[in-house]
């Protein structure tokens, strides 16, 4: 019965998506999270299937491009949906786009990570289709998932990951160091409605000695949008591009 509500938890509103969003396409962003679904929702009904079990150890990364570091030692506690914007600033026209900074809201996707590891990575693709909830803590449209943790920057070096929310475990907050990246795969989102500058690389980030959690590293994976224009030409001082993407924490 689990199998089936969980489900049920990451398919109904993208059924009512479409009757409620006026914006609403079917891109193939949409088409290939459904099949995925759907494909589940058909295993889930046959008989002697196993149960979900949210076992955080059947989890398993996706494999960078550039392969980043293994997180060898390290137990996997928690994974989440992150969605948000990535900051810039340009100095003037003829300057690159400056990275500043990120704010997103982070959503409980751990379970999907253990048992439905196919959708987890659709998730952000789909996710960034979807504005943020007007209210903080709502769950994220359309998959239902949990608030279970917000990421910002204390300078422009530093993100933050803090386990702030009422509902979940308190992990504690990471002040955080970017320890490698990797492209992300060619065929990653680019953007809102597949428009774009591309998807921010894959990153592995290690907690610096300040760090107020026994979580130890960190890793941004499947990003869907996120890059700044290649140059400033035509752009404000300052501005926000949306992306999201999946972030897996280790102790
Ligand atoms: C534009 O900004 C960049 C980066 O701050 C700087 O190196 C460059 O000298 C500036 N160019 C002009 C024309 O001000
Ligand atoms: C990023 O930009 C958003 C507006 O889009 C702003 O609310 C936020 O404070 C900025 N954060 C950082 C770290 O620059
Ligand atoms: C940024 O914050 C980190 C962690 O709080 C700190 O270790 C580092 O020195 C700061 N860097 C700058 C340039 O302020
Ligand atoms: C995520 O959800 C699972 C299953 O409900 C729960 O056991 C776990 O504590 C949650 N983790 C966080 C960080 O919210």
Redesign the pocket.
């Known amino acids: 019965m689990k199998y089936s509500i969980l489900l049920a938890s990451l398919a109904p509103t993208m059924m009512a998506a479409p009757l409620t969003r006026d914006t609403f396409e079917w891109t193939p962003t949409l088409a290939g999270y459904f099949d995925v679904v759907f494909q589940y929702m058909q295993q889930a009904k046959q008989p002697g299937q196993p149960s979900p079990t949210?076992d955080l150890s059947k989890a398993a990364m996706p494999i960078a491009p550039s392969p980043l570091p293994s997180p060898a030692g390290l137990v996997l506690e928690?994974v989440?949906v992150g969605r948000g914007v990535q900051n810039y600033t340009c100095a003037n026209a003829t300057a690159t786009p400056a990275a500043v900074g990120a704010v997103a809201r982070f959503y409980?996707a751990?379970?999907v990570a253990a048992d439905y590891p196919d959708l987890l990575g659709l998730i952000p693709n789909l996710a960034l289709q979807y504005p943020l909830p007007a209210d903080p803590s709502a769950p994220l449209a359309p998959s239902e998932l949990?608030l279970?943790?917000h990421h910002f920057f204390s300078n422009t070096t530093t993100p933050v990951f803090t386990?702030d929310?009422p509902?979940?475990?308190d992990?504690g907050t990471i002040f955080a160091q970017k320890v490698h990246s990797s492209d992300a795969p060619a065929n990653a989102v680019p953007g809102i409605s597949g428009t774009g500058n591309g998807a921010v690389p894959w990153l592995y980030l290690t907690s610096r000695s300040d760090t107020e959690s026994e979580i130890k590293a960190v890793y941004r994976l499947s990003t869907a949008g996120g890059q700044p224009p290649e140059t400033c030409a035509d752009m404000p001082a300052a501005f926000s591009v949306d992306y999201s993407a999946t972030y897996w924490f280790y102790k």
Do not use: L
């Open positions: 949210c928690h989440a409980n751990s379970c949990q279970s943790s386990f929310t509902e979940s475990p992990f």
